[in-house]
């Protein structure tokens, strides 16, 4: 009996070991490509400013810009609170939503847990260009509008980021940090948003109690 518990026992920590590898390659994959999208979308926003510069103006493609940001803030709290909080009963799903997350709050700390997805970040702008385009029906307005989203994308990639790798150095970088911390080592029900709170004070899901210094022991940096 002794030797079978320890043959079963070596056997189960062999199988954990190899699970581990086969996800932080996957994780890793994820990164790289996550890294590549960047690059895309950061190159798509500049090619359509140049593109709608004439036509809009400063004034006019900075305002769609800000509010494609803006836009963007409530996608990314909408998404991480009712898409990646969700425990998905659809096995497609749940590899590809789920599990990706769980990962990212088992180890917030490691890169390659920390970036959105390919996938889901493809998915989600796909389904944006569709909405903007429905709603303007011109081709020029919803690509501007899709830049301030890619903006607002960028803008989350570059602060997450700096949250659980950087110390921020500014005082609102702090802020979110904290806020940010709160949702991984205190309350994951709260604080879903990462670019800006607002959204969590507009539907209710700020934390009830200001969050302690100590959660910063909690990361890393």
């Known amino acids: 009996m002794g030797a079978d518990s320890k043959r079963d026992g070596a056997a189960c920590k062999e199988n954990a070991i190899e699970w581990r590898l086969s996800v932080d390659r996957v994780a890793r994959a994820a990164y790289t490509a996550s890294m590549a999208l960047r690059i895309i979308f950061g190159s798509l926003v500049i090619v359509w400013s140049w593109i709608a510069w004439d036509s809009f103006g400063a004034e006019r493609l900075s305002g769609f810009f800000a509010g494609g940001v803006m836009a963007w803030s409530l996608i990314e709290y909408l998404v991480h609170r009712f898409v990646a909080h969700r425990e998905w009963k659809s096995p497609f ?22 970036t959105l997805p390919p996938s889901v970040a493809l998915g989600v702008y796909i389904l944006c260009i569709g909405v903007a385009y429905l709603i303007t029906w011109d081709l020029l307005e919803s690509g501007v509008i899709i830049s301030g989203l890619t903006i607002g994308y960028l803008l989350y990639d570059h602060i997450h980021d700096t949250i659980h790798n950087r110390v921020p150095r500014t005082s609102m970088g702090r802020l979110l940090k904290r806020f940010h911390l709160i949702h991984h080592y205190a309350d994951e029900r709260r604080v879903f948003g990462v670019i800006t709170a607002f959204w969590d004070f507009f539907f209710f899901t700020f934390p009830r109690h200001r969050a302690p210094m100590t959660l910063a022991k909690n990361s890393k940096k």
């Not at 590899?95 to 990962?103: G, N, S, V």
């Open 93 to 114: 799903l749940h590899a590809l939503i789920t599990e990706p997350h769980r990962a990212h709050h088992a180890a917030p700390d490691d890169p390659a847990t920390q």
